[in-house]
Nanobody, 124 residues
Framework: QVHLGESGGGLVQAGGSLRLSCAASGRSLNNNVMGWFRQAPGKEREFVAAIGWTGDTYYADSVKGRFTISRDNAKNTMYLQMNSLKPEDTAVYYC??????????????????WGQGTQVTVSS
């Protein structure tokens, strides 16, 4: 059974930075595509970024140039460095992993494993 646990969320002022972590346990996810999604109140869950097992990355246009996704396979952990945060980045952030395949999908249905989420709040 795969378990994903996010950490690093919190309250930050606009223009600030946060680094989210997603630690995987149960089995290695080094060969799996992993991603970050977020969900703001009253809105649908949306794609933020994804990373392949080779380190290839893909970002939503809304975060491109501000967020950086990375992974440390030795630690079975994925990260999301968020810079120049805006109030519209406020959401619960979820990490996720695909069970197979190498495509960096934007659709949440393509991801099998999910964490419980961590709240990120950006004040203006």
């Amino acid at each position: 059974q795969v378990h994903l646990g996010e950490s690093g969320g919190g309250l930050v002022q606009a223009g600030g930075s946060l680094r989210l972590s997603c630690a995987a346990s149960g089995r290695s996810l080094n060969n799996n595509v992993m991603g970050w999604f977020r969900q703001a109140p009253g809105k649908e869950r949306e794609f933020v970024a994804a990373i392949g097992w080779t380190g290839d990355t893909y970002y939503a246009d809304s975060v491109k140039g501000r967020f950086t996704i990375s992974r440390d396979n030795a630690k079975n952990t994925m990260y999301l460095q968020m810079n120049s945060l805006k109030p519209e980045d406020t959401a619960v952030y979820y990490c996720a992993a695909r069970s197979f395949g190498s495509v960096l999908h934007e659709k949440s249905i393509e991801y099998r494993y999910w964490g419980q989420g961590t709240q990120v709040t950006v004040s203006s």
